[in-house]
Structures are given as structure tokens and as C-alpha cells.
Nanobody, 118 residues
Framework: VQLQASGGGLVQAGGSLRLSCAAS????????MGWYRQAPGKQRELVAA???????NYSDSVKGRFTISRDNTENTVYLQMNSLKPEDTAVYYC?????????????WGQGTQVTVSS
């Protein structure tokens, strides 16, 4: 199983970006999918998560600005980021809990850099 993230980049404060993460491989089902971020010198933190049924959870710092969604037919999770702030600058990682023939495990994408300039 592999997760491929894309969509990061450089944007000015107040701007928007959309991240995508597609899971591929021998997948039976995907339970939760989510986005984490890690800024320099800080621990990785949860940004947003979504269950297979569509229930969502957001960190307080992004509520009202970010929206997580998923396409179960494409095994893809998205993160729409609006009203970006310089403090959103970080490497963003996607995560998925995937059931395959070897069992259920958490998988991580390679990370995509988001830089918000002031």
C-alpha cells in the first residue's frame, strides 16, 4: 500500500491550497484518513481526520478554515485550506488506516511542503 500526496506549495497569507492524497495497492478497505503537519522544531500534530462514513474532526487551529473530504471510489482524501496563515507553514502528511491481505495498518504519505508567506 502506498499513499501519494500532492498539492503543496508557496502561497501568500489569506490564500488557498488544496492537498490530495491517493492510496494505491492491494486495498480491501480504508477506515480513517487524515492529515497531519509538522513545523520545524515542533511535533507532528493532527490537522483533520475523516472516517469512512464521512464523520470529520478538526484541530481547533484550523476549524472554519480547512475542510477535509474523501472520495471512497478513488481511495483519495483531500484537504481544502482557505484563509491560510503563516503559522500553517509545515510539512503536511496524509495518513490512512488500511485493511489489506496482510491485515490493518496505518500508512503515511511522503509529506508535502506548505509555505505561507506574510
Amino acid at each position: 500500500v502506498q499513499l501519494q500526496a500532492s498539492g503543496g506549495g508557496l502561497v501568500q497569507a489569506g490564500g488557498s491550497l488544496r492537498l490530495s492524497c491517493a492510496a494505491s495497492g492491494s486495498i480491501f478497505s480504508i477506515n480513517a484518513m487524515g492529515w497531519y503537519r509538522q513545523a520545524p522544531g515542533k511535533q507532528r500534530e493532527l490537522v483533520a481526520a475523516i472516517t469512512s462514513g464521512g464523520s470529520t474532526n478538526y484541530s481547533d487551529s484550523v476549524k472554519g478554515r480547512f475542510t477535509i473530504s474523501r472520495d471512497n471510489t478513488e481511495n483519495t482524501v483531500y484537504l481544502q485550506m482557505n484563509s491560510l496563515k503563516p503559522e500553517d507553514t509545515a510539512v503536511y502528511y496524509c495518513n490512512a488506516t488500511v485493511s489489506s491481505w496482510i491485515g490493518e495498518y496505518d500508512y503515511w504519505g511522503q509529506g508535502t511542503q506548505v509555505t505561507v508567506s506574510s
